[in-house]
């Protein structure tokens, strides 16, 4: 079974700094297969797209609403993928989900349980 642990969530002022990370584990889950990515749900609203990094972390794409404050990166060796979040905004608060085998950046084969983001102005 494959499961998919997020941590690094907190509460933030308006234009800090939070790293997420994520680790994937289970039975013959081969992380370094998948392309990795994360999604996230403010209050009151529907899942969104935040970013996606390739099995062999080349490519990587974001919405835009985080293009060029979030960086997305994977460490194969550690079955780690992690969510750099710089400038954040309050309109960033929001449970940030880990995904794996992420396609069409709305639709993944496993999700992680979520960790909460709150930016306070």
């Known amino acids: 079974q494959v499961q998919l642990v997020e941590s690094g969530g907190g509460l933030v002022q308006a234009g800090g700094s939070l790293r997420l990370s994520c680790v994937a584990s289970?039975?013959?889950?081969?992380?370094?297969?998948?392309?990795m990515g994360w999604f996230r749900q403010a209050p009151g609203k529907e899942r969104e797209f935040v970013a996606v990094?390739?099995?062999?972390?080349?490519?990587?794409y974001y919405a835009d609403s985080v293009k060029g404050r979030f960086t997305i990166s994977r460490d194969n060796a550690k079955n780690t993928v992690y969510l750099d979040m710089n400038s954040l905004r309050p309109e960033d608060t929001a449970v940030y989900y880990c995904?794996?085998?992420?396609?069409?950046?709305?639709?993944?084969?496993?999700w992680g349980k979520g960790t909460l983001v709150t930016v306070s102005t």
């Open positions: 995904a794996a085998g992420v396609q069409f950046q709305s639709q993944a084969d496993y």
């Open positions: 289970g039975g013959t889950f081969t992380f370094s297969n998948y392309a």
């Open positions: 990094i390739s099995w062999s972390r080349d490519l990587s």
